[in-house]
């Protein structure tokens, strides 16, 4: 693998380590932390009610985690965020538009594309194709040999604008 490759991909293993699961615990604990040390503390109505830390916390954990589930399920079912995010994520990846390496490229689409040419070259011995659809035959063969080259089809940019203004 080469280095700059080795390099980006210990950098995306990092940005996804640190912000899914180091900032999260440390954001909890810290807003924790904040609370009681800043708000609770200094209010004796709520410092009769939270003497210590642990009791705080735990109640925090039970009620903050449900609100945070309801919040992210809003967040995903009912806003325009979550498809927002999808229609950014299948514009930036490559294998939208491209065969994914491995078993798909090597062995499914040479697979297709040959049944591609045997249907075409059966359905002209027949005389069951027009001009029409051969071209269009054609033109899927070519995609096909495009993708197991390594090519892509399609443009992403351009197909991920368009769903949104459907939606």
């Known amino acids: 693998m080469r280095p700059v490759r080795f390099a980006g991909r210990l950098w995306y293993y990092f940005r996804i380590g640190y912000s899914t699961y180091l900032t999260w615990v440390f954001g909890y604990v810290s807003t924790l932390i904040t609370v009681y040390y800043l708000a609770i503390k200094n209010l004796p109505d709520l410092l009769a009610l939270f003497p210590h830390f642990q009791p705080f916390a735990i109640l925090a ?24 995010e999808v229609d950014i994520t299948t514009e930036a990846n490559p294998y939208n538009y491209k065969l994914p390496p491995g078993y ?32 269009y035959v054609q033109k899927l063969e070519d995609q096909m040999k495009a993708l197991i080259e390594g090519g892509m089809v399609g443009n992403p940019r351009s197909k991920a604008l368009q769903s949104t203004r459907r939606g």
């Not at 903050?64 to 079912?77: E, N, R, S, T």
């Not at 049944?115 to 069951?128: A, F, M, P, Q, Y």
């Open 104 to 135: 798909t490229k090597e062995v499914y689409a040479p697979l297709n594309l040959q049944t591609i040419v045997w249907l075409r070259r059966l359905l002209e011995s027949k005389g069951l194709i027009d001009e029409q659809e051969k071209a």
């Open 61 to 84: 954990t039970l009620i903050g985690a449900p609100l945070a589930i309801g919040v992210g399920w809003v967040h995903l079912k009912r806003t325009p965020a979550y498809s927002s």
